[in-house]
């Protein structure tokens, strides 16, 4: 039987490994999602067209999205620490160049990378959440618990630029405090002993497994379930500044605020999502938040710009768990022996769902000449999540098969069993 071993690993070893992973997920966070604040100032600096800076968000999440399906299974194939501290490594190397950096193709050249090591590093690190949790209710909860620092470093990261730029420092310092925080990390990780992932020495590890995936029921459904979400998610931090730029009535400051807002109850949500996960069927949970979602987005589109200052922050508390579970969901649908590998192809679609969303709804808005009609096509996406997430809540599929795994990867018992 392929499990990971944990049993030399001690309780106090474990909870520092998760506090770890907890602080490297919100690490990279500060990078990816201060996107929104440091486009502007390329803009600025190069004299480039609002579709050449956005460059920087698109190649960023297409090198995430390619270094996911191809290089997911290296946490397989080597073990998960050295995938995490390949990615860990790399990346570190690679943002201190931006000291040095004085052209827009160079910084497109340190992005590529940079996506690349989080790639390695997400694939190794979702992989590893299954090794260290003792079922698959719990694997939801932990997955809920590292989405949520996820968010705070979403939350850091703007706060730092835009601190960086009143100071009149250069945005590029951002990806220096960033890859200082990682070398600190990448020391404390080689003090850690991390749980043994074993697996049978004749089963074939490699891209073409990987690639194989995509024709998995499970790990397609999973997939296009969280292609749905980010193309959702992303039209509130890309494109909702824009939308409310217009806005001059009684809750401009709420407006001014409101991406900052939505990021707070993303993140908090996703703290409150560990105690729901443990306590809620979570496709009930996932039924009524992606109801809530489509509802906010409804009211936009429906009601117009003075509804949509309010309800599309708020959507943010109802979005938080979504993520978290679909991902752990699809992978916990997998032996651990190929938890790299899933996450990999899940976060492929994460990905392409981040490049290609907001893209098709610039697009769109460009077309009728408006951004509430890049809203519409999100409320279509937020649409298609909630009938998915209702027809699971009603059939779930996934049920036995969740169940049959958690008894023989995790040795769990009793209500777990039936997560």
Not at 57 to 78: C, N, P, Q, R
Not at 264 to 274: C, E, M
Request: one cysteine or more; hydrophobic letters at 55%.
């Amino acid at each position: 039987m392929n499990r990971a071993s944990g049993a030399d690993v001690g309780g106090k070893n474990m909870t520092v490994i998760k506090w770890l992973t907890f602080m490297m997920f919100m690490m990279f966070a500060m990078t990816t999602d201060s996107v929104g604040v440091i486009i502007p100032q390329v803009i600025k600096e190069f004299r480039l067209s609002m579709t050449a800076a956005g460059a920087f968000h698109y190649v960023t999440m297409s090198a995430i999205a390619v270094a996911g399906i191809s290089l997911g299974f290296i946490a397989d194939k080597f073990g998960r620490k050295k995938a995490i501290m390949l990615g860990l490594v790399l990346f570190a190397l690679n943002s201190y160049l931006f000291a040095v950096g004085n052209s827009f193709a160079f910084f497109l050249c340190l992005l590529v990378v940079s996506g690349t090591a989080i790639g390695i590093f997400k694939t190794g690190a979702l992989a590893l959440i299954g090794d260290i949790s003792t079922s698959t209710t719990e694997h939801t909860s932990t997955m809920n618990a590292v989405e949520g620092f996820f968010g705070v470093g979403a939350i850091i990261g703007p706060f730092i630029v835009a601190y960086l730029l009143r100071a009149g420092i250069s945005w590029k310092w951002l990806y220096v405090i960033a890859a200082t925080i990682c070398v600190l990390l990448i020391f404390m990780a080689m003090a850690v002993k991390y749980p043994q992932a074993m697996r049978a020495t004749d089963e074939p590890v490699g891209l073409k497994r990987t690639l194989g995936m995509m024709k998995d029921p499970y790990a397609l459904s999973f997939s296009f379930g969280i292609f749905l979400y980010v193309a959702v998610e992303c039209a509130i931090y890309v494109w909702m500044p824009t939308l409310l730029t217009g806005y001059h009535g009684s809750a401009v400051k709420i407006a001014t605020y409101a991406l900052s807002i939505f990021f707070v109850l993303r993140a908090g949500g996703r703290f409150l999502g560990v105690w729901m996960m443990a306590h809620f069927n979570w496709a009930a949970v996932l039924a009524l938040f992606s109801l809530a979602i489509l509802a906010c987005f409804a009211g936009s589109v429906l009601m117009g710009i003075d509804a949509a200052v309010f309800l599309l922050p708020v959507s943010g508390l109802f979005m938080s768990v979504i993520y978290p579970t679909i991902n752990s969901k699809g992978i916990s649908c997998f032996p651990k022996t190929q938890h790299g590998a899933v996450a990999g192809l899940i976060l492929f679609f994460t990905c392409g769902a981040a490049a290609l969303g907001p893209l098709a709804m610039g697009a769109v808005s460009d077309h009728f000449g408006q951004p509430k009609y890049g809203f519409v096509l999100a409320t279509v996406f937020a649409g298609l999540l909630c009938a998915g997430s209702v027809l699971n809540w009603i059939f779930n599929p996934a049920r036995e098969l969740l169940g049959r795994l958690n008894q023989s990867e995790y040795e769990a018992t009793g209500k777990d069993a039936l997560a």
